[in-house]
């Protein structure tokens, strides 16, 4: 019995060992996907970068809190979003006090009234008046907690539950903060284009 | 048009776009979309406004640099035999 057991160890370790280096490879199989939605958590890319990094660095560490099976890509990013919270760099913005009760179409109405197109404009043709910069800018201008969940829903395609499994906050606030998070975005960037008259 | 004449469908139309709504509600949404003409065009471009959002905000990938830093984290162990 004594003979075994350094036996029996040795194999435990052998596939923790395993164990481990197939979480790794797993989880940098998800890097790029990760990348995509933290690149838009964070306010720029070296900030995202440096999330990554953090990231990894904690999740190599923690591998074993993970349970195989499970979505890895929600399960990094949840340890992200906790990173970029603790991290302080959230300088938060209050969203703004006017009523976000009107005007949700008005980025339609007001891409049909720039490019002086009638109601069978196709709708492509009029989003391609936004420019990328545009839309950055203003995503980078939404309050947090609203970015937050507008990028998970919306870029990463996080359902509600996963969405607020990942952000630790009930699945009305989800909700909630993305039919605001929306609005703002729609809001902004119709704002752009009054801008650029 | 500054406002909409069906603004009680808004939430409901974001929902239906975000697979939030059971079978029966979303029956009920489909069906108000083949008969209201201003929602539908309001569901088309709530659909090309989430896809276009995705393509632009996907444009840019991982730097090579950061792939191979974020490959040097991991641990030094590997089992024998491994490369």
Same mark, same amino acid.
């Given at each position: 019995m004594s003979e075994q057991a350094p036996d029996t160890a040795g194999r435990e370790l052998a596939e923790e060992a395993r164990d481990r280096v197939r979480f790794e490879e797993e989880a940098l199989s998800r890097a790029d996907q990760v990348y995509q939605v933290a690149r838009h958590l964070a306010g720029s890319k070296e900030e995202a970068e440096e999330l990554m990094q953090e990231t990894y660095a904690r999740a190599f560490r923690s591998w074993r809190s993970y349970t195989p099976g499970t979505n890895m890509r929600a399960w990094l990013l949840r340890i992200l979003t906790n990173l970029n919270i603790d991290?302080?760099?959230?300088k938060q913005r209050r969203p703004? /006090?006017? $009523?976000?009760?009107?005007?949700?179409?008005s980025l339609y109405d007001r891409l049909e009234e720039t490019t002086g197109?009638?109601?069978?404009?196709?709708e492509e043709r009029l989003l391609n008046r936004l420019s990328q910069s545009d839309i950055v800018d203003a995503l980078t201008a939404l309050p947090h907690d609203f970015r937050d969940v507008l990028v998970l829903v919306?870029?990463? /395609?996080? $359902?509600y539950q996963e969405t607020a499994q990942i952000l630790s906050i009930p699945i009305g606030t989800v909700m909630s903060r993305l039919h605001r998070a929306r609005r703002l975005l729609k809001q902004s960037l119709a704002g752009s284009l009054e801008n650029e008259r | 048009m500054s406002e909409s004449p069906c603004a009680k469908c808004e939430r409901l139309l974001q929902l239906y776009l975000d697979g939030g709504l059971n079978e029966i509600e979303a029956r009920e949404a489909e069906n108000h979309l083949d008969d209201c003409g201003y929602c539908h065009r309001q569901y088309r471009f709530e659909r090309a406004f989430r896809e276009h959002l995705r393509k632009t905000l996907s444009e840019e990938p991982m730097s090579p640099e950061l792939r191979i830093k974020l490959a040097a984290l991991r641990s030094d162990v590997r089992p024998a035999g491994d490369p």
């Open positions: 991290r302080g760099r959230r703004p /006090e006017r $009523s976000l009760e009107e005007g949700d179409y197109a009638g109601s069978s404009e196709d919306d870029l990463g /395609e996080f $359902s | -």
